[in-house]
């Protein structure tokens, strides 16, 4: 820089080369020292060139940009003024941090020269996220070339970045004219080169806008992945302020990117392709590819197809699992013990892929890391995989003709007679038809829809997600938000959450007026209270005097009338068949359906459960 420049100018510098490395999105949680950003990006967003969000709660904010980074397959900023406000955004850095998602933290800061001193709102806040986020501790005299250089990494590398900028002196423009406190970047350098990514599902998402101008298919996929995606050409769904926006393709991510060059496998061991959460279509293409059975989880992207396995997770649990010889494990599964103990076993040979944060699943130690995802030249014989298909085909009808048989009938599902959180699964699941985008939240709505989707059909553009990088409850309404005003011209987008996950971040629905609300369907399994406890060990009833205080946590919020207070549609559900008939509409706007279940007979279902698996599998004794 040829001089130092004011607090106004560096804002609008940095915002000019986060618009330069691909962010069309940018949520600002509003204060006073990061009033420079507001005003521009007001100015931005009335230009056409930027959509700003704004929201009041730093943490929501937060997981509200993580949902429209996981939606959009762009960088998203999130800007904050000083103080605890940066403190607020750790657990939405935390998540992307561990899912690789390009989230960059915008901290508006007191000069270095007030740090230690004593002064309003000031701290120690450059670094403040440690190992989760890089931090570039930016000024008024940092050349324009290093922060240029800084902001376009931020914008490219996956995972979080912190740009912490101290700003002097007068904080707001002198000049009041609002189209001086925005200029687009008049310079368009070639775009950071991005991550080989594979995308969370078979299809480029939807939503991308004219601006992103991607090629319908990456050339290095296979052919057959390029015929699934079906993606357009040019995608004519974001906003037309958004859409005149700026260079194609600047910052987004490919829709697909599939290896070819991956480690050749020897057929011969019996062997299972565990998909977990962001596996993308790799992990079914080498399972169809071999004749291999996939255990993949919903949010895995590789729940698709003919290999795919509704009930994989209760299989894994009978003597199927001691035939296991060798598995493939592609993303970050998380959902189930037997799925931790299968990749965790030191006499099965485990190979696992490393993910989009670098990181290759392994919590035995035992794996032999990979950093794309292996091949094969042929398929194995068809008796193993139909061992796997037959006892899923066989479970998956006793689950269901459990769950409708009548009251007496030996074989029903445990429950009072209302409505089973296996059922109002089975119907989300059916739900999500082509080109729906469906947010899942942790705990039992997850796990509940692990055994009760049925794997989807190819070429029809799902996108399930949630944040599984730690799997917390914290910022599900937010990120869901995000993901769906990530991807506008989705079908439908629907949120699946528990009542506590729901409960947890209701400021997710506070939206002021003016602000983009999507049209987005909240699924919440309302039983008041924490039901995925008394499926654990804190469920015997050996500790059943405290449960209900400790773990349970019954909290009796009237859904309606929060509902009603943050001025979004409610309706109570207590009909499976009205449930079905809701999720096929096509509401305007945000609304709640709460279908209310008991959670007194969880434990009971679970044992249910693997009991039914046991009576589907030959015992090994007997196959010989």
Not at 45 to 63: C, I, K, N
Not at 65 to 86: F, I, K, Q
Not at 554 to 580: F, I
Request: glycine letters at 10%; hydrophobic letters at 40%; one cysteine or more.
């Amino acid at each position: 820089m040829t001089a130092r420049l004011s607090a106004p100018e560096i804002a609008l510098h940095v915002l000019q080369q986060l618009w330069l490395g691909g962010v069309r999105d940018v949520v600002l949680a509003p204060g006073s020292r990061s009033a420079p950003f507001a005003l521009a990006l007001d100015a931005a967003d009335r230009a056409g060139d930027l959509r700003l969000h704004v929201r009041v709660d730093e943490r929501s904010a937060g997981f509200l940009a993580l949902g429209l980074a996981t939606g959009s397959r762009r960088p998203v900023a999130v800007v904050t003024t000083s103080g605890t406000a940066v403190g607020n955004l750790l657990p939405a850095v935390m998540e992307a941090h561990h899912t690789g998602r390009r989230l960059v933290v915008v901290s508006a800061d007191r000069p270095d020269h007030l740090r230690g001193t004593g002064a309003n709102q000031t701290t120690d806040q450059a670094g403040i996220f440690g190992t989760f986020a890089p931090c570039h501790d930016l000024t008024a005299a940092t050349p324009d070339d290093e922060l240029a250089g800084l902001v376009a990494q931020a914008c490219s590398r996956p995972g979080p970045t912190q740009l912490n900028v101290q700003l002097d002196g007068d904080l707001l423009p002198s000049d009041a004219d609002p189209t001086t406190w925005w200029q687009r970047p008049a310079e368009e350098p070639s775009p950071p080169s991005l991550p080989t990514s594979i995308d969370h599902h078979n299809s480029a998402p939807a939503d991308l806008g004219r601006d992103t101008g991607a090629e319908p298919h990456d050339k290095s996929a296979p052919a057959d992945l390029r015929r699934e995606t079906g993606a357009e050409p040019h995608d004519k769904s974001a906003p037309a302020d958004v859409a005149r926006a700026g260079r194609a393709g600047r910052g987004v991510e490919p829709s697909v990117s599939v290896p070819t060059d991956g480690e050749v496998l020897p057929l011969g061991p019996r062997t299972v392709v565990v998909a977990g959460d962001d596996a993308g279509p790799a992990a079914r293409l080498l399972a169809e590819a071999a004749g291999w059975p996939l255990v993949a989880e919903p949010t895995s992207g590789a729940r698709i197809g003919r290999q795919a396995l509704r009930t994989g997770r209760l299989l894994l649990t009978t003597d199927l699992r001691g035939d296991v010889e060798r598995v493939v494990v592609v993303g970050h599964p998380t959902l189930s013990r037997p799925v931790t103990s299968l990749i965790s076993d030191p006499h099965v040979e485990v190979l696992s892929v490393r993910g989009r944060d670098g990181v290759a699943t392994d919590p035995g130690r035992v794996a032999r890391v990979l950093v794309v995802v292996p091949r094969v030249e042929a398929a194995d014989a068809p008796a193993w995989f139909d061992a796997w298909r037959g006892a899923d085909q066989r479970l998956g009808a006793l689950i269901d003709a459990g769950l409708v048989a009548p009251e007496g009938d030996p074989s029903r599902a445990p429950g009072d007679g209302g409505l089973s959180p296996l059922a109002v699964a089975a119907v989300v699941g059916a739900a999500v038809a082509a080109d729906t985008t469906l947010v899942v939240g942790s705990s039992n709505p997850v796990r509940d829809l692990d055994v009760m989707a049925t794997p989807w059909t190819p070429l029809e553009h799902r996108f399930v997600v949630g944040n599984r990088g730690l799997a917390g409850i914290d910022g599900m309404v937010s990120t869901a938000v995000g993901v769906a005003l990530g991807r506008p011209r989705a079908a439908r987008s629907i949120a699946y959450l528990g009542d506590l996950t729901f409960l947890h971040d209701t400021n997710g629905l506070l939206t002021g007026r003016g602000q983009r609300r999507p049209d987005l369907t909240f699924v919440v399994l309302s039983d008041d209270g924490g039901a995925i406890f008394s499926t654990l060990e804190q469920g015997d009833r050996r500790y059943a005097r405290a449960f209900e205080r400790v773990f349970a946590t019954p909290h009796g919020t009237d859904l309606e009338a929060l509902c009603a207070a943050h001025h979004t549609a409610y309706e109570r559900v207590d009909d499976l068949g009205r449930l079905a008939e809701a999720l096929a509409e096509s509401p305007s706007g945000t609304r709640v359906l709460e279908v209310p279940v008991s959670r007194a007979d969880r434990r009971a279902e679970a044992a249910w459960l693997r009991e039914l698996a046991q009576q589907v599998v030959t015992h090994r004794d007997d196959r010989r």
